[in-house]
């Protein structure tokens, strides 16, 4: 099977790193992409918004043959979701790690822009929930590699118009809210959930426990986990 990843805000192909080789060595195919404008300065990447980053995911679909997998990580669910909205006839299965399925209209979030650009705004930006199971080093590190992104990319709305999305198996991945959690979201069905709800083949991976929380960026502290979670997804 091919396995398309796609990375969350400020992360490259190289995030995947640490999970990709136990998806080979299952004897799938993975393909690790960087998102266009990562890294690039304003002037190069003033233009560039979700659009594009689902187009790109897009046409990898389209350079293989055969259905694919498509793992999006945070923001990358969005993008992911959108391919999945524009080749709901490719893809045989979506797994976000550790976000949910955007709405028409959705977006990622809003972060600091500087120069024209988004960095990465460090580690004390988040709650420490997401942050929980990250080592200084491991932070250290993946500080060091975060690029910065499109201004338009995080606040752009995302455009859904095939509702057969809906209908291709989805797994979440999900390490900063409990399985229960989200199970609960799902039966109220609030307005900013409603894609969620309405998604007719749903499982949901845990990732740590109680008294091993995870968080945000498991690819960086459980890369083994997130990589048997993937393989349980499509098994």
Aim: no cysteine.
């Amino acid at each position: 099977m091919h396995i398309i990843l796609v990375p969350g805000l400020w992360l490259d192909a190289s995030s995947w790193g640490d999970v990709d080789p136990a998806l080979e060595a299952a004897g799938h195919r993975t393909h690790a992409l960087t998102m266009p404008g990562v890294g690039a300065s304003a002037t190069e990447s003033a233009g560039i918004g979700i659009a594009d980053w689902i187009a790109a995911t897009v046409a990898q679909i389209d350079r293989l043959d055969g259905p694919v997998v498509l793992v999006g990580h945070s923001g990358g669910g969005n993008v992911v979701y959108g391919a999945v909205d524009a080749r709901p006839d490719r893809v045989a299965r979506v797994v976000f790690l550790d976000t949910f399925p955007p709405g028409d209209g959705g977006s990622i979030s809003e972060f600091p822009v500087v120069d024209g650009v988004i960095p990465f705004p460090g580690w004390d930006f988040f709650d420490e929930a997401d942050i929980v199971d990250l080592d200084p080093q491991t932070r250290t590190e993946a500080a060091a590699r975060a690029k910065s992104v499109p201004e338009r990319v995080p606040t752009d709305p995302i455009r859904l118009t095939d509702e057969r999305r809906r209908a291709v198996a989805a797994t979440m991945i999900t390490g900063t809210v409990p399985e229960a959690q989200i199970r609960e979201i799902i039966a109220a069905a609030p307005p900013w959930a409603a894609e969620l709800a309405a998604l007719e083949h749903l499982d949901i991976i845990e990732l740590g426990a109680p008294e091993d929380p995870a968080g945000h960026w498991p690819q960086f502290s459980r890369p083994g986990a997130v990589a048997e979670a993937i393989l349980q997804a499509i098994s």
